[in-house]
């Protein structure tokens, strides 16, 4: 059977918080995308663990408790993805020990940074928050990311060095080795099975091993 990319139900309720002048219900989500509350509730679940969303309370005079409401959380606008892999690729030519490719290294890099930004939880991070952060890492060079609904497969598009990667494959053997660091680092036994390279002209498939689904 084949498998096809999910709409990107987490970038739709991203985009109304994002365009809302108030903050949303759960039920005007539901209502404005056309999405299932529990599909709505899992993605701002989500959204909140990447710090890109919040709730707070409705703010009401008649008694009673007030509603929790979603509101986005205004970003930083984000960086050239080229000079943010150019950057990565720098500390990881850095911190790179002997035989370890560069890639590899930039990729454990960017994972520890993204544990730095959620707080390095004390206990160890689930094959979910794991996919959750490379989602966010993915993000960060300019990516577009779905998930498979089993989560072992992430939907990479709108590649920012899609024209020099068709010239240059060189330019995927960099994700595929920065994708593998990142997975390595968060230790949580998801790891890259493999890299499907434009599958489409605008898609490449990252197939995931993850210690609690089943290998197709």
Do not use: W
């Not at 990729?107 to 991070?125: C, D, I, M, S, Y």
Request: negative net charge; aromatic residues 4%.
């Amino acid at each position: 059977m084949e498998h096809r990319p999910l709409p990107s139900s987490r970038r739709r309720v991203l985009d109304l918080l994002v365009t809302a002048t108030t903050p949303l219900s759960v039920a005007q989500l539901c209502e404005s995308t056309g999405l299932h509350s529990n599909t709505v509730r899992a993605q701002l679940s989500l959204l909140i663990d990447m710090g890109r969303a919040e709730r707070v309370p409705e703010q009401r005079s008649r008694p009673g408790r007030p509603r929790l409401l979603y509101r986005a959380v205004r970003q930083v606008a984000p960086s050239d993805p080229y000079r943010a892999l150019a950057a990565e690729l720098a500390a990881g030519i850095a911190s790179a020990t002997e035989g370890q490719s560069a890639g590899m290294a930039a990729g454990q890099r960017l994972a520890r940074n993204q544990l730095q930004k959620h707080g390095e939880p004390a206990t160890p991070v689930t094959p979910d928050e794991s996919i959750a952060m490379a989602v966010e890492g993915l993000e960060v060079l300019g990516f577009e990311t779905a998930t498979e609904p089993l989560g072992d497969r992430l939907y990479l598009s709108h590649c920012p060095f899609a024209d020099m990667a068709r010239e240059d494959p060189a330019i995927c053997q960099l994700h595929d080795e920065l994708l593998r660091g990142f997975l390595d680092e968060l230790g949580s036994g998801v790891s890259l099975r493999r890299l499907d390279v434009f599958v489409k002209p605008d898609l490449c498939v990252a197939h995931l091993n993850r210690p609690d689904v089943p290998a197709a």
